[in-house]
């Protein structure tokens, strides 16, 4: 029996990972178009359905984005109406990002999109909370190396 090559394409994590994410963002794309957002700005309006104001420094800590590529994103969901931009007024410096009512009746019309997603790669509810229990724990360990 051969080796266990260690730097064979096919036995490596990180890349693995790179192609299911690449997969299922396709797989996202269709549902997305409808909305008339990209995956990146789907993941935004995902925060703020939940929040519906939060400041770019806590938005860039959830989607783990700096706010070199976040900007660009939240400048054309502004231009597009469902979301507003605006100075803290009690601190400047803190930029707040704001759910218009446009961005939040966006959410029904989104609601359907995981429904779609769990259907289309064709597995169940119940293995997909586990698989992205075991990715969480993942990446809770790697941010805790990082940051320790």
Same mark, same amino acid.
């Given at each position: 029996?051969?080796?266990?090559d260690l ?29 008339? /957002? ?79 997603? /769990? ?8 293995e997909l909370?586990?698989? *992205? ?11 805790? *190396?990082?940051?320790?």
């Amino acid at each position: 029996m051969d080796a266990y090559d260690l730097l064979s394409l096919d036995n490596q994590l990180c890349f693995s990972a790179y192609a299911v994410s690449r997969a299922i963002t396709k797989i996202y794309r269709p549902f997305l178009d409808e909305l008339g /957002i990209t995956y990146p700005q789907y993941l935004v309006m995902l925060v703020l359905w939940e929040k519906n104001s939060i400041s770019l420094k806590e938005l860039g800590s959830r989607l783990f984005l700096d706010s070199g590529t976040l900007t660009p994103l939240l400048k054309r969901l502004e231009a597009a109406g469902l979301l507003e931009r605006k100075r803290f007024s009690e601190d400047e410096r803190v930029l707040l990002v704001t759910l218009t009512v446009k961005g939040a009746a966006l959410r029904k019309e989104a609601e359907n999109v995981p429904e779609n997603i /769990i259907s289309a790669l064709g597995t169940d509810f119940k293995e997909l909370t586990e698989l *992205k229990g075991k990715l969480d724990e993942l990446l809770k360990r790697i941010n805790e *190396k990082e940051g320790g």
